[in-house]
């Protein structure tokens, strides 16, 4: 594919949003463009939308699927507020993402779909295409459907299978907008299709046609260009959060030295994690696919008390079906890590939706006094080193550990820095291989025994002993434990020894996490925000976009939500107002404000999208107004030339 002169304009970055019908393969041609966009070195971040439905209503505004990808020349911490450009390949995508556009954006809209029927479909009364209502956007109208049926016509497939590659015709013309290396789809859709090559060869004169259309028409006269990104040196790869969390499975059952065994149900959005993991039997994984919730984290826990690194993955409406077996796992003290990949809520709610709202569930969620450790991830890499830390926290602590993603970052993407594996922790199962207690009878004999609950001195973890161990035979189970020996007791006084001593051990973990670390460039900043999981990216842009107004604050991020670095007591009360925006009605806040008596201010939207860049930077200005006692003036964001840094 050669390029002929046309005019080359400079961007620092773009966000370009891809939407039509749930048939229309939006989602196949944004992660394509995001794989051409990470072959080229920009840094970017994704964001996949899709409807719930197996197949809504085609053409109807609930059917709309769309993923946008927003890449830059610069470090940049979300997916954007406002697309740039708008692709649409029907009146309902139209409609449905009109909206979220600033003006000025582009769009390009494929004009085949916007027949009568189908604009009734989406809500038009008149085609939004004539006169001018979308007079305040640079719209272009391209037949691509009609263009990519006469492109692929050779093939002799029907009009409408030659009509599925209007995508790649799409895709085509976009890589050539914004300069794209075209080889990585060019291999992928001759992998892809290798078995069927009309379809093979149909996409390739598609995603070719695109190209050419752009090359050749007078339509698009602009050609735009993104230089790559200065990242950190190292070897890179655009990863997903639920790819990286399953990777960092592996990595931390390899670094234990543990086989790892997945007992899990399919559920949106957690699906993937056990879909990945099937892959990697080489590096002794073993994934069931159980008949239930409760089935699968059984299993997991059986898994662990043979000595493998127990794992089981849902989303919140499965956490509140394992909650039963997760207190077992307390009361066995047994390593287990329960990954929740947060979804909206509450019942089935918005499975394909993103939400934080299941913090107070793995807090609280489980009959009796049973703690629990909590470790979020807060960007898709982060994922990895999140799983890897849950690991590593579950077997030397010998307690199950909630593993709280969620559904933006599990499906949205970033480049991620591949670790070197002397850069990992070392793990260590210290499994128990002799008896450990001597009994003296009243004869002054000695007798050595195994005790399953005797307790090590700086982690308050009881031996993990693998059944068939000689001499080692001992019991566990649901029923109260009585200290050292692990029989079972209903002394008052030990269980109320026993319950301190499983919120002992859970607050011991505190001594082996990193203190939360603030960044405060001036340390005079008075309004803190602090934040965890998904909202790290946001939270970022908006601190940005303050500061470069000229005001100061300071931010910090939670990745241990239970227990809490042993120094937040302190940093919250170093500054004037603490804001913490959350998914959520003010899970976290609630936390805070109960253990620290702060008086924590919550920024909360609960709309199954990550919070939006803008809107919190005018939240966060408002609070540092309140606490300088001035009137703060953000300015207005959006256009695409200029470098935010978001």
């Known amino acids: 594919m050669t390029q002929t002169d046309k005019q080359v304009k400079q961007l620092d970055r773009v966000i370009i949003r891809f939407a039509g019908d749930s048939g229309d393969g939006m989602q196949l041609t944004g992660d394509r463009f995001t794989q051409e966009t990470a072959a080229f070195g920009n840094d970017l971040v994704t964001l996949p939308n899709f409807p719930a439905e197996i197949r809504a209503p085609q053409g109807t505004l609930p059917g709309v699927s769309s993923f946008q990808v927003h890449f830059a020349d610069h470090d940049i911490l979300t ?38 029927r189908n604009l009734t479909k989406a809500g038009y009364t008149e085609n939004p295409l004539d006169g001018d209502t979308l007079a305040e956007y640079a719209l272009h109208t391209v037949d691509l459907t009609g263009m990519t049926v006469e492109a692929v016509k050779e093939f002799g497939l029907s009009r409408k299978d030659a009509s599925r ?5 799409a895709l085509g013309l976009l890589s050539w907008m914004y300069g794209r290396p075209t080889d990585p789809t060019t291999a992928f859709l001759t992998k892809r299709f290798a078995k069927v090559p009309d379809i093979r060869d149909a996409n390739l004169a598609a995603f070719k046609a695109g190209w050419n259309f752009g090359e050749t028409t007078e339509t698009f006269a602009i050609q735009y260009e993104v230089k790559p990104a200065v990242l950190p040196p190292g070897t890179y790869r655009n990863i997903t959060g639920n790819l990286a969390l399953a990777y960092g499975l592996v990595a931390g059952g390899v670094q234990a030295g543990l086989p790892v065994f997945l007992g899990t149900y399919p559920i949106t959005p957690a699906s993937d994690i056990l879909h990945e993991l099937s892959k990697h ?5 073993t994934t069931f696919q159980a008949e239930d919730e409760i089935a699968g984290v059984g299993a997991a826990i059986g898994a662990s008390y043979v000595g493998h690194l127990g794992v089981t993955s849902t989303s919140g409406p499965g956490v509140a079906l394992k909650s039963e077996a997760i207190g077992l796992a307390v009361m ?10 947060q979804r909206g809520g509450p019942s089935t709610g918005l499975p394909t939706k993103t939400e934080q709202a299941d913090l107070l569930q793995a807090m609280f969620g489980r009959n009796g006094e049973a703690p629990v450790p909590i470790v979020a991830p807060k960007s898709p890499g982060d994922c990895f080193a999140a799983a890897v830390e849950a690991t590593r926290i579950a077997v030397t602590y010998r307690t199950p550990v909630l593993l ?25 199962p210290d499994f128990a291989t002799e008896k450990n207690h001597t009994t003296v009878g009243p004869d002054e004999t000695e007798t050595s025994e195994f005790w399953p609950y005797l307790r090590d001195d700086k982690t308050l973890a009881r031996p993990w002993a693998i059944p068939g161990t000689p001499g080692l035979e001992h019991r566990i189970g649901g029923l109260e434990k009585g200290d050292g020996h692990g029989n079972i007791s209903y002394d008052p006084a030990n269980h109320d020894f026993m319950v301190r001593t499983r919120q002992a051990k859970v607050d011991r ?8 670390e603030v960044d405060d460039p001036s340390g005079e900043a008075k309004v803190l925000v602090l934040g965890w999981g998904s909202t790290y990216g946001p939270i970022g842009a908006g601190v940005r976009r303050v500061r470069k107004a000229g005001y100061q604050v300071a931010q910090a991020h939670l990745r241990h939500l239970n227990p809490f670095p042993s120094n937040l007591g302190e940093v919250l009360k170093g500054y004037d107002k603490v804001l913490v925006p959350e998914m959520n009605l003010g899970q976290l806040s609630l936390l805070l404000r109960a253990k620290y008596l702060v008086d924590a201010v919550g920024y909360n939207h609960v709309r199954g999208l990550p919070l939006k860049a803008t809107e919190l930077a005018h939240a966060i200005g408002e609070l540092v107004g309140q606490a300088e006692g001035l009137d703060v003036e953000l300015g207005v964001w959006g256009e695409p030339t200029q470098k935010e840094h978001i």
Do not use: C, Q
């Not at 590659?165 to 015709?169: D, V, W």
């Not at 287990?336 to 990949?341: F, G, N, P, R, T």
């Open 165 to 169: 590659a209007k995508n790649m015709f």
């Open 509 to 516: 973990i505190a001594d082996s996490i990193p203190l939360v």
């Open 281 to 285: 039997k080489s590096f002794g994984v």
């Open 404 to 428: 709280l993603s969620d559904g933006y970052l599990a499906n949205g993407s970033e480049p991620w820095r591949v670790p070197a594996i002397d850069d990992l922790p070392v793990i260590d």
């Open 79 to 116: 997916a954007g507020d406002a697309p740039d450009v708008l692709v649409a390949m029907n009146p309902a995508a139209l409609r449905a993402n009109l909206g979220d556009l600033h003006k000025g954006a582009t769009i390009i809209v494929d004009t085949h779909d916007f027949t009568a």
């Open 332 to 341: 066995t003290e047994l390593p287990l890590v329960v990954v929740d990949v």
